[in-house]
């Protein structure tokens, strides 16, 4: 057996996106193309060689990585001068897996079967029949033998009807590719030295070049501009959709359902319309997720109801906990067991104890709160004082009364209550009332401002 080397094609600008990013840093369904191609090969290969060029910087700096071998393409004179590049690095007697940077939903299980060609053939390509071919290179063939591959721009319109086409990925022995690349020219339609060009030299130098076919659409399909990266992010969603129902989530909704990221959840959970999942998500049993919800890092327990246009960002929201309408949990968040956070209430940075309510049109930050708490309606902690932030202290069983502030750094005590509309700035004690109100005065001979 011999050993596997990826090679990664990623030099290129990608005109067709019109966008000042390298093509491979599009992102599909919350992560990089790239890093989609990265991930299915790191695990079958022994090294790995991204080939940049176009946004060098920016693609290392995205992908952080230190096993990756980075190879630059100063210009970008075509796929089989991109792979030149790499060889250079390359031992002989070893397999080149060649990916591209904008094929991402590849699989593993195809790269391997592919391998497993090249171990026996030193040359195999992955390709795959398409109702439409169009923009795709066109594999040749002769008594069922491939006998090169032509790009669309090269091609004949007999050539043009062939429906199956070259995903670009092929897996090929060092040694006869070094040696087949050397005989490439640039004499092509669009002046590139084309990698696929070089399996019409191994058919004239008398090898057989193995094909294995591609399982689905999706996981070959290029992506060279904005529509069709839509489309792969349709066709992938559609499909984690339908993978999240077989295990049993309740989506109102599918086609109006969005993942980003990971996401995982026990048994009833319903997904009401319009919710995105982003990074890592986690659902216990029996939660709810009302329309129009945004949950992102997020640790959700059993019967929780997220109720509408509510978003969660890095926070864990423990069994029992009602959030929203219209509520905002920021990073850093504890929302306690049987909690509730209402509408138009933001929480950042804060802890809050089992059974708190904080029910309508409030600020929390940099909180600890005990249990059983009740904040009133317009309570704000001010938690900054333009330049650093201070931590706001409410224990157990205290009422905070409507429209107060609570200036931190400051304890609001066990049991406390504080009178509504109060502007609290020293510790209010433990089990007593306190308040900070100025007199209220009526004034009889008073005259109401009329119109000049
Ligand atoms: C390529 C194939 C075509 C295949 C299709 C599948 C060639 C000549 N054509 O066409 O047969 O059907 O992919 O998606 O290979 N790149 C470099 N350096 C370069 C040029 C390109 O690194 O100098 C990289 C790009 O960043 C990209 C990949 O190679 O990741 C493919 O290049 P692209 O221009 O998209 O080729 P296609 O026209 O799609
Ligand atoms: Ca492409």
């Known amino acids: 057996m011999k050993n596997i080397n990826a090679i990664i094609l990623a030099a290129g600008k990608g005109a067709r996106m019109r966008s000042d990013k390298p093509k491979v840093l599009q992102v599909l369904s919350g992560k990089t193309l790239l890093e989609y191609v990265i991930d299915s090969a790191h695990k079958l290969c022994a090294k790995m060689y991204v080939v940049y060029g176009f946004g060098g910087e920016k693609v290392q700096q995205t992908i952080k990585s230190d096993w990756i071998n980075w190879v630059e393409q100063a210009e970008q004179l075509g796929t089989g001068h991109a792979v030149m590049q790499a060889l250079g690095q390359i031992e002989d007697g070893v397999i080149c897996l060649i990916l591209y940077g904008d094929v991402p939903l590849i699989t593993q299980k195809s790269l391997q079967k592919l391998i497993a060609e090249a171990q026996k053939n030193s040359a195999a390509l992955l390709t795959i029949d398409l109702e439409n071919p169009t923009g795709y290179g066109r594999i040749v063939r002769q008594n069922g033998q491939i006998k090169g591959i032509v790009e669309e721009q090269d091609a004949s319109d007999e050539q043009r009807a062939i429906c199956e086409v070259n995903t670009g990925i092929m897996a090929f022995d060092s040694s006869?590719?070094?040696?087949?690349?050397?005989?490439?020219?640039?004499?092509?339609?669009?002046?590139?030295f084309y990698l696929t060009d070089i399996i019409a030299i191994a058919v004239a130098d008398g090898k057989e070049v193995a094909s294995v076919v591609a399982e689905d659409e999706m996981e070959v399909a290029g992506v060279n501009d904005k529509e069709q990266l839509a489309g792969l992010e349709r066709a992938l969603q559609k499909k984690q959709a339908k993978q999240f129902?077989?295990?049993?989530?309740?989506?109102?909704?599918?086609?109006?359902?969005?993942?980003r990221g990971n996401f995982s959840f026990g048994k009833d959970c319903i997904c009401d319309i319009n919710v995105l999942i982003e990074g890592e998500v986690s659902l216990g049993n029996n939660t709810l997720i009302a329309p129009n919800c945004i949950l992102k890092n997020a640790k959700i327990g059993n019967n929780v109801v997220i109720l509408a246009n509510t978003i969660i960002d890095g926070a864990t929201i423990d069994s029992g906990a009602t959030i929203g309408p219209f509520a905002r949990i920021r990073p850093e968040t504890d929302i306690g067991a049987n909690a509730k956070i209402g509408n138009f209430v933001e929480v950042k940075k804060s802890v809050i104890g089992a059974n708190s309510k904080i029910s309508h049109l409030s600020y929390v930050g940099d909180t600890v709160m005990g249990k059983g708490v009740n904040i009133g309606a317009g309570v704000i902690t001010c938690n900054y004082d333009g330049a650093n932030k201070h931590q706001t202290n409410i224990e157990d069983g205290a009422f905070v009364g409507s429209g107060s502030q609570l200036i931190a750094p400051v304890v609001v005590g066990k049991n406390a209550t504080i009178g509504a509309g109060s502007t609290?700035?020293?510790?209010?004690?433990?089990?007593?009332?306190?308040?900070?109100?100025s007199k209220q005065t009526s004034l009889k001979n008073w005259n109401k401002p009329s119109k000049k």
């Not at 129902?245 to 993942?259: A, E, H, I, V, Y």
């Open 245 to 259: 129902m077989q295990d049993g989530l309740t989506l109102k909704d599918p086609s109006r359902f969005d993942c």
């Open 176 to 192: 006869l590719l070094r040696r087949y690349l050397k005989a490439l020219d640039n004499d092509t339609a669009q002046g590139e």
């Open 424 to 437: 609290i700035s020293k510790n209010a004690p433990a089990e007593q009332l306190t308040l900070s109100r």
